[in-house]
């Protein structure tokens, strides 16, 4: 039985299929006449990415990664007061 699954869009698959050379691509990134349409593709392979992994058709870890979505957890610990450090230092004789 054929099940059809859900591929991920990618810059580089639309290369491929638009036979073109990924460094095209990036050189019509730069160019203001192409700025709106290129926002729109990308815009449209972030919507299909993101559904796609929140209807878990796609692998949500790799697509979260790659979409800069990924949890952070921040291990910072601010302190309003200055910390008091006391050395201690052994008498020769102490060991």
Not at 1 to 24: D, E, H, P, W, Y
Not at 59 to 71: K, M, S, T, V, W
Request: net charge negative.
């Amino acid at each position: 039985m054929k099940v059809k699954k859900m591929r991920a869009m990618t810059i580089q698959g639309f290369c491929l299929f638009a036979n073109m050379a990924v460094s095209t691509w990036k050189e019509y990134e730069g160019q203001d006449a192409y700025s709106a349409i290129i926002a729109q593709v990308k815009a449209m392979f972030f919507s299909q990415k993101f559904e796609g992994a929140a209807a878990d058709q796609l692998n949500p870890n790799i697509i979260a990664r790659e979409l800069g979505l990924a949890e952070k957890t921040d291990h910072n610990v601010k302190v309003n007061e200055p910390i008091e450090i006391t050395y201690v230092v052994p008498k020769p004789d102490e060991g």
